[in-house]
């Protein structure tokens, strides 16, 4: 049978994706910008017991890696935006290995080639027999290594989300290549940590690892700390002094806010990275340096290269390998985690007895924003450790402003002959569940996202109104 035609004799297995069955299914990602294949593959995908996602270009796939495990990717080659073969690109060099097997209208021997290269399992022509996919995509699920179970606790990372897992096992792969990391991610979201960690599991881990705030130390002054000076150079330079850099040998240097270094410093800071060499201040002999440059933002580089605020070139320099590290809000599964990991941590250190959480005072912060990420967490954590004279943290010892996110509801009259108040906000809340999946490409731990709800809590209201 080709792609197109029913078939006649596949009967449903079940609904898919609900993660409390005790048997996981395979999650395909299918990409396609051809709507009418992609809703007709993921019908047949359902069917032969498989969960599946999709996304109509490589850019929206790439969000898709972000949010969801993947067991096995099914991709177009041509496609706007970002095409097959520049996805697997990226694929590549975030270190992904999932089986991909490439389908298009558009096939050649060059792209068959291009696609082997970039490390695709199989490549199907379309028109095809759904039992020559069927086939192929069984071989390939069987060939991809079974996976360990995923910590929980990784080199000071903690968290079981599908970002933090897939970060636990990016992390070794990055941590032995010699390129350099751009990290991306909110302020308090662990950056440093990361960057300890890709240091700690390097070859260079016996070297020095340097840490340089570029939006914490005044500009006139950063150009000396990171390349030194000779004595004479300026006014109150009685003595040589190395430089960050210098002192980074054979290390690793983490450039923290990278996004706040000033102008004249992007140009000598391109030289570093370019030729591995620099000239402290008030010399003229030039510096051989061998270092790794890990540098975080919170800003959006991209952003600062189109405003002209930052060099096109250093940030490709830069951002050889980029890992992005989410809010803490976009993965409330790990609040929990972290609450209790902290609890043991501020216990131990203020000598208190084991302190425990109250359901009320974790169900709190399940609902919180958190602006300062988990570094805020932390904060409280703490605070409430050092505040709390009972074996358990209460709502009230809880330091939390208010959200953010929160805006003021219009406001709804009451009629004059009243109204069914449960019936009226339970078709606001299925309303608002419909909306938030649509918006979501029915991605459910987007939708828990966007309604600030827990993917569990999610999955009971869904369940509540018969829209699992």
């Known amino acids: 049978m080709r792609w197109g035609t029913k078939s006649s004799n596949q009967k449903p297995k079940g609904e898919m994706g609900r993660i409390e069955t005790k048997e996981r299914h395979p999650t395909i990602l299918l990409v396609d910008d051809d709507r009418s294949f992609r809703e007709f593959l993921s019908l047949f995908l359902k069917k032969e017991g498989y969960r599946v996602v999709t996304a109509t270009d490589g850019l929206e796939a790439l969000k898709v890696l972000e949010e969801e495990p993947l067991d096995l990717i099914l991709l177009d080659l041509r496609m706007p935006r970002l095409g097959g073969l520049d996805f697997l690109a990226h694929l590549r ?19 068959a080639v291009k696609a082997k290269r970039q490390g695709v399992f199989d490549y199907l022509p379309k028109p095809f027999k759904l039992e020559e996919l069927r086939q192929k995509l069984k071989t390939a699920l069987k060939r991809r290594p079974t996976p360990e179970p995923p910590p929980e606790e990784f080199m000071g990372l903690v968290g079981r989300s599908p970002a933090m897992r897939r970060l636990f096992v990016l992390l070794p792969k990055v ?3 010699e390129s350099n990391v751009l990290l991306i991610g909110e302020s308090g979201t662990g950056k440093e940590l990361v960057a300890r960690a890709i240091h700690a599991l390097s070859p260079r881990r016996e070297k020095p690892f340097v840490v340089v705030n570029c939006g914490g130390i005044p500009a006139p002054l950063l150009e000396s700390e990171l390349f030194g000076y000779k004595a004479g150079a ?25 996004g706040d270094l000033p102008a004249e410093l992007q140009v000598k800071l391109l030289r570093v990275v370019e030729n591995k060499s620099f000239t402290p201040l008030g010399s003229t002999r030039e510096i051989q340096v061998d270092v790794r440059i890990i540098s975080a933002t919170n800003k959006d580089l991209e952003e600062e290269v189109r405003a002209g605020r930052f060099r ?11 890992l992005h590290l989410p809010p803490l809000r976009e993965r409330r599964e790990d609040i929990p985690l972290l609450v209790q990991h902290f609890l043991r941590k501020y216990a131990r250190k203020l000598g208190r007895k084991e302190v425990d959480i109250s359901p009320y005072a974790l169900e709190a912060l399940m609902e919180y924003d958190f602006p300062g990420n988990v570094r805020e967490l932390e904060n409280i954590i703490e605070r409430a450790v050092a505040l709390e004279t009972g074996p358990l943290i209460l709502p009230e010892s809880l330091t939390l402003r208010p959200n953010r996110s929160s805006k ?3 406001k709804t009259e009451l009629p004059p002959e009243g109204l069914n108040l449960e019936a009226f906000l339970a078709e606001i809340e299925k309303d608002l569940l419909q909306q938030a999946l649509e918006k979501a490409g029915g991605r459910r731990e987007e939708a828990a996202r966007l309604l600030g709800l827990t993917p569990r809590s999610l999955r009971y209201r869904l369940q509540k109104y018969g829209l699992a």
Request: hydrophobic share 45%; no cysteine.
């Open 312 to 322: 096109e070139d250093l940030y490709f320099r830069l951002n050889v390998l980029s």
């Open 234 to 258: 300026f006014t109150g330079a009685t003595r040589d002094k190395p430089g960050l850099f210098a002192l980074a040998h054979e290390g690793t240097i983490f450039l923290d806010e990278i």
């Open 408 to 410: 003021a509801l219009p």
């Open 175 to 177: 941590a032995q290549a």
């Open 93 to 111: 060099q975030k270190g992904l290995e999932i089986p991909t097997i490439v389908i298009t209208a558009y096939a050649s021997l060059d792209s």
